[in-house]
């Protein structure tokens, strides 16, 4: 079921706001297209054209939108194509700092806010080391909070398949963090 939200845009688009319609939907849904982009390209530079790469083609290609899908996982499948794209021409680079106030919190001693990077840190580098679908697969399910339908149209496989990829990742991301939490001890 598509928000009013993206009603509002298709219906904008359709009548000849398309200038109009694409701020509203850069407005709605940029910030999300943008995590997505970051989390499975794990580099805020590619991240960013990415996500203009992918507004790009969000644009040219909505007039045909049939609406067999929501508006929003049509535009999350386009999204994860061009990322998947940019990891063709790449293949590997480095996960970029996320900003400080995404990891600590401000009343946090500095102790804590020493231990709580490296965690960080370490999640990081681990989602890091999944394989490319095991990782768009939990930023969408526990980063975007997609449910596994969505996350399964979004990334075109079937259900039981996100639901192994989920299965696998959450598995190498607890034994890569449990022998971190052993070297802290």
Known sequence: MAT????????????????????DLIEVHGKTVYNI???????EVFAE???????IKIYRHLGKFKG???????MYRIVKNV??????????????????HYL?????????????????QELRDAVER???????AITLYYFQDKS??????????????????LHRAKSALEKSLVRFEGSLA
């Open 37 to 43: 982009a970051l989390f499975t390209l794990n580099d």
């Open 83 to 100: 990322c998947f794209d940019y990891l063709k021409k790449r293949r590997h680079s480095p996960l970029d700092e996320l900003s400080e």
């Open 4 to 23: 009013a939200a993206d009603h509002e845009i298709l219906d904008k688009f359709h009548s000849g706001e398309q200038d109009e319609a694409f701020r």
């Open 148 to 165: 596994y339908e969505e996350v399964a149209a979004i990334m075109g496989q079937p259900l039981n398949t996100i639901k192994s990829h």
């Open 49 to 55: 054209d990415a996500t203009q790469d992918a507004f």
């Open 104 to 120: 600590m919190s401000s009343d946090s001693s500095p102790e804590e806010e020493l231990l709580a990077g490296w965690q960080h």
């Open 130 to 136: 999944l394989p490319v679908k095991q990782r768009l």
């Open 68 to 74: 067999d899908a929501k508006l929003s996982t049509w």
